[in-house]
């Protein structure tokens, strides 16, 4: 069974919420999942790693509970997303972990790694890869990857710099397998606009922050309700991979915005400084101008689900070409 296949009528509207760092936890999971959308978190937020066992076992139980009383419309399956560079010294025995509990979908960033793919596959999972170029995609696939997220320019925390038109268009050449695409994306018909251009999911993270399951502070989720993509800066300053960030948490922190220094990429360390890093320095995308209040993960489901049958009935209006 193929991954599409396997999300088939599984999904009320087709996207996969973003593993958000420190952001993303059960409850937000189970949310995202029961609304019909695939929920995920990094497995790095579950801090002692004792306490990802406790994840997995509550995510499961509670999907496996509204799953009984909702049999003819479960919910979307959940993911998980693991840090596969050098510095995460948990990955073994976080993905242990995952095999106990048969985590449907692996999410891997930072690094393709064979063996990740082959552990996933054996208890029936699927993996999915972050790249931000071709290059990258196919190392993805060489080395297993079920299917690819394409992080193109304007996607919260690290992401790439090219046009999704052109990253899309570009892995379309020579990969047919599931491809998510990541990048502003924050309206149903934006979901749309991603199939369009090739795309079966869309990837979206940032208008989740302003949900009240997520694990954020007022002050950061105010930030991304009065945030425009011109409050969002490009920088590698604070894990050494470029990333982008809400321009507020910059000069809170004492920094100006304008004038960042580089990092050194050899330094980064995503299960221990990255925390602090990110905790005060907040990641997001630059689709947040359309996210005007906080709600819950079920009422902004239910609105991208609204836009996206709008977007579909509107395509159809669209002016008409001369045959």
């Known amino acids: 069974m193929s991954l599409l296949s396997y999300l088939s009528n599984r999904l009320t509207v087709p996207v996969i919420g973003s593993p958000l760092f420190i952001i993303s936890n059960p409850k937000m999971v189970i949310a995202q999942c029961q609304a019909g959308i695939v929920g995920s978190f ?20 509670a999907l496996e ?24 010294d948990r990955l073994e025995a976080d993905m242990h972990l995952c095999a106990k509990y048969k985590v449907p979908i692996i999410i891997t960033s930072l690094g393709a790694r064979e063996e990740i793919n082959q552990a996933t596959h054996s208890w029936g999972g699927f993996t999915l890869h972050d790249i931000i170029n071709d290059r990258f995609a196919h190392k993805a696939i060489e080395k297993g990857a079920d299917g690819l997220i394409a992080v193109a320019a304007g996607a919260g925390g690290h992401a ?9 268009q570009e892995i ?18 934006s979901v749309l606009a ?28 105010q930030a991304v309700v009065e945030g425009k993509a011109e409050d969002i800066v490009y920088t590698n300053l604070f894990t ?67 836009e996206y049958q709008t977007a579909k009935e509107n395509l159809g209006k669209s002016v008409q070409l001369r045959s």
């Open 65 to 88: 509970a509204y799953n009984s009383k909702h049999p003819h419309a479960p919910a979307a399956p959940f993911a998980v997303n693991q840090i596969v560079h050098k510095s995460n």
């Open 240 to 306: 050494g991979v470029h990333g982008n960030y809400l321009k507020a948490s910059i000069i809170a922190a004492g920094l100006d915005p304008d004038h960042l220094p580089e990092s050194d990429p050899s330094k980064m360390n995503f299960a221990g400084d990255a925390k602090k890093a990110w905790k005060d320095i907040w990641g997001c995308g630059q689709g947040i101008g359309i996210i005007d209040r906080t709600m819950s993960c079920a009422q902004r489901i239910a609105q991208l689900q609204q």
């Open 172 to 189: 379309r050449q020579w990969f047919k397998g599931p491809l998510v695409l990541a990048g502003s994306i924050a309206t149903g018909a």
């Open 42 to 61: 990094p497995a790095l937020n579950a801090r002692p790693s004792s306490q990802l066992d406790e994840w997995l076992d509550e995510i499961t139980k």
């Open 194 to 221: 991603a199939q369009a251009m090739g795309a079966d999911l869309a990837y979206m993270g940032s208008a989740f922050i302003a949900t009240e399951e997520a694990r954020a502070t007022e002050s950061y989720k």
């Open 160 to 168: 790439g710099t090219l046009s999704p038109f052109a990253l899309v």
